[in-house]
């Protein structure tokens, strides 16, 4: 593995400290105005997703971690275990409700994702930048709530509640962003 030096260190980049990968959250070079420079990060834990602070210092090394993507097919959930089947061999894997508590809000029956591996081991998966889904629950709107920045909860049909213009609703389309979980727009 290649070591990753203080200077080389950027947001959103993985590394592995310790044996556990992390990605980089936020990242912020500081140079006092006496001593040496030094970065002072917030970096989460690809294993379990726990979020900590961490100062780098001159000299301070980290390694690059070893990851993979594989390409699989979402197939079921049973006893919190959620199962995907890879695409080119057709076996099949799980990983429990943990590893991917935010990604469920979003997962649709035989959605093709990516399965993030470290030395070999699954450890959770990555959805497409967008996804559709369907109101299912959605407050009725009045006339008067049809224009402006007026927004409402709905509850789509992955179960998560997003919130929606107030000119949505139920059994309306619309386009999620799965990273932050907001609205996109609505699809005919």
Same mark, same amino acid.
């Given at each position: 593995?290649?070591?990753i030096?203080?200077?080389d $260190?950027k947001?959103n980049?993985?590394? %592995?400290?310790?044996?556990v990968p992390?990605?980089?959250v936020?990242?912020?070079h *500081?140079? /006092?105005?006496?001593g #040496? ?7 989460k834990? $690809? @294993?379990?997703g ?9 000299? !301070?090394? #980290?390694?690059?971690p +070893? @990851? ?7 197939s079921y959930?049973? !006893?919190?275990?959620?199962y995907?089947? !890879?695409? %080119?061999?057709? &076996?099949?894997l799980s $990983?429990?409700?943990?590893?991917i ?5 979003f ?6 994702? &990516?399965?993030n591996?470290? +030395?070999?081991?699954?450890?959770g998966?990555?959805?497409p ?7 299912v &629950? #959605?407050? /009725?709107s009045?006339?008067?709530?049809r ?5 409402? /909860?709905?509850?789509? +049909? ?7 213009p107030?000119? @949505?609703?139920?059994g309306?389309?619309?386009? *999620? &962003? ?11």
């Amino acid at each position: 593995m290649a070591s990753i030096g203080m200077s080389d $260190l950027k947001k959103n980049m993985n590394i %592995e400290l310790d044996g556990v990968p992390y990605k980089i959250v936020e990242y912020q070079h *500081v140079k /006092p105005g006496k001593g #040496a420079a030094f970065v002072r990060t917030k970096i989460k834990s $690809l @294993l379990d997703g726990r979020v900590i602070e961490k100062t780098f210092h001159a000299g !301070d090394k #980290a390694e690059t971690p +070893n @990851l993979e993507r594989r390409k699989h097919q979402y197939s079921y959930n049973e !006893d919190g275990m959620y199962y995907f089947m !890879d695409n %080119e061999t057709y &076996d099949m894997l799980s $990983l429990p409700a943990e590893n991917i508590e935010y990604e469920i809000q979003f997962l649709l029956d035989g959605m093709e994702v &990516d399965i993030n591996f470290h +030395n070999n081991k699954p450890i959770g998966i990555e959805l497409p930048g967008t996804v559709i889904l369907d109101i299912v &629950d #959605a407050p /009725p709107s009045s006339k008067g709530d049809r224009q402006g920045a007026c927004r409402k /909860p709905a509850k789509v +049909n992955t179960g998560a509640t997003i919130t929606i213009p107030c000119h @949505l609703n139920t059994g309306d389309r619309i386009k *999620v &962003d799965t990273k932050t979980g907001e609205y996109v727009e609505k699809v005919k």
